[in-house]
Structure formats: structure tokens, C-alpha cells
């Protein structure tokens, strides 16, 4: 003997065949908001010799529009350098950037009256080709410190989208 158990209530066919979408709307908005404070933790981490590096980190969304992915990225030519530092050996960086950034507010100075913006920039890129630099991290520890609220976010997606899926399906008295 057999006895079929089947539902009637009106909406709830629509709801399952929405819900995956809907969840993962929810969930991309909440993933958004997590770039956007992983952003704002990369900006404060980041080093201020002058804040071209901090301003030039930002977020967008790779992928299709609801695919849930992000990413944070600084938009400079050295910012690679900066998070990870530099091994010894190889070209030097470019003497300009260096000179922009003695002349910029970097405090530092020749100690020979002789020598000018120019030349120092020339000693700092000859000496950083010869010796490498140290990393100094912003992104690897924004990300560290934004874990657990990334997390957070996530779950906080998955439940309101849960919750709007079960709305959808509400039956109606």
C-alpha cells in the first residue's frame, strides 16, 4: 500500500525554485559590505609615507553580479613591494618615484650640502637594488584582523536570505 503526501500550499513551488538566487543575494550584500571594511582596515594598515597607497586601495566585484566574490586590491606599481618587500639584486625602482617621495614630505635629507633631490634618489634606488627592503604589511594583516566579521557577514547573508526565501513561501490566511 502506498499513500502519497504532497503539499498544496500555494507559493512554496515559486519559493524553492527562487531560493538559491535570493540566498545568494543576501549573502553578496553582506559579502560587499566585508570588502568594503576589509578596504577600510587596508587603508589604516597601510604605510603613510604620503597616502598615494592608502587612497589607492579599493574593492570590487569579480565574477557575475551575484557570484558573492570580491576582491581588495591597492592600485599602485609598488604597493607588491611594500606588503612583501624587496629580495636584493635585480633593477632598481625608478629613481622619479623615489625623488617624488624624498620630495614629497619624506624627512630625509643628504647629509652633503652638495647633493641634491636627484642624486639622493639615485644613492636610495642603488642601495635598495644592492639590499632589498623589509615588507611591510597592510593587506595580509587587514584581512587577519577582518576574519571573524567576514564571518560574521556571511552568516548574517545566509539568514536574512533564509528568511526571505521562508517569506516567500508564507502561506496566506
Known amino acids: 500500500m502506498k499513500i502519497a503526501v504532497e503539499h498544496n ?3 512554496v513551488d515559486t519559493a524553492l525554485k527562487q531560493a538559491p538566487d535570493l540566498l545568494m543575494l543576501h549573502v553578496t550584500q553582506f559579502l560587499k559590505r566585508g570588502a568594503s571594511e576589509v578596504t577600510r582596515e587596508a587603508k589604516r594598515e597601510a604605510p603613510k609615507a604620503f ?3 592608502a587612497q589607492a586601495i579599493h574593492y570590487r566585484r569579480v565574477g ?3 557570484s558573492g566574490e570580491f576582491i581588495v586590491y591597492a592600485g599602485t606599481s609598488y604597493a607588491a613591494y611594500v606588503e612583501e618587500g624587496r629580495k636584493p639584486g635585480g633593477k632598481p625602482p625608478p629613481r622619479w618615484m623615489i625623488e617624488a617621495w624624498i620630495n ?3 624627512g630625509i635629507k643628504p647629509q652633503n650640502p652638495d647633493m641634491d ?3 639622493l634618489a639615485y644613492v636610495i634606488s642603488r642601495s635598495i637594488a644592492k639590499k632589498g627592503t623589509k615588507p611591510r604589511p597592510f593587506m595580509a594583516p ?3 584582523k577582518k576574519t571573524d566579521r567576514l564571518t560574521q557577514l556571511v552568516r ?3 539568514i536574512e536570505g533564509l528568511q526571505a526565501v521562508t517569506n516567500l513561501g508564507a502561506v496566506k490566511r
Open 9 to 11: 500550499i500555494q507559493g
Open 156 to 158: 548574517q547573508g545566509i
Open 64 to 66: 557575475a553580479k551575484n
Open 142 to 144: 587587514a584581512l587577519d
Open 51 to 53: 597616502t598615494t597607497l
Open 117 to 119: 633631490s636627484r642624486d
Open 104 to 106: 614629497v614630505g619624506s
